[in-house]
């Protein structure tokens, strides 16, 4: 069973930037397309940002195109999304997960999800 750790997240001003970070513990990591969702207050978990196995293909909603740089890192088991350029509406509640595609859209794939990590852009 994956274990999702979600880590790098806190408080920035408008303009700020943040690095977060997320390990996944599993055997399927390479195999999987990784992604990272956010759920603002009072909104429901949405996708942000995907990047295919090998890196070769990534995905940005479009609130957060040319901002948000989505990596990861196979060796490592890791996935990283860099957040430059923050605003306000880029608050919420950040969580990495893999994702699969039925119809066109994208859903996560594992079931467990991680606590996720909090950002918060204020001034």
């Known amino acids: 069973q994956v274990q999702l750790v979600e880590s790098g997240g806190g408080l920035v001003q408008p303009g700020g930037s943040l690095r977060l970070s997320c390990e996944a513990r599993?055997?399927?990591?390479?195999?999987?397309?990784m992604s990272w969702f956010r759920q603002a207050p009072g909104k429901e978990r949405a996708l942000v940002a995907y990047i295919s196995q090998f890196s070769y293909t990534t995905y940005y909603t479009e609130s957060v195109k040319g901002r948000f740089t989505i990596s990861r890192d196979n060796d490592k088991n890791m996935v990283y999304l860099q957040m430059d350029d923050l605003k306000p509406e880029d608050t919420g509640l950040y969580y990495c997960n893999a994702v699969r595609t039925r119809g066109g859209n994208w859903y996560p794939a594992w079931s467990s999800w991680g606590q996720g990590t909090q950002v918060t852009v204020s001034s």
């Open positions: 599993g055997l399927t990591f390479s195999a999987s397309y």
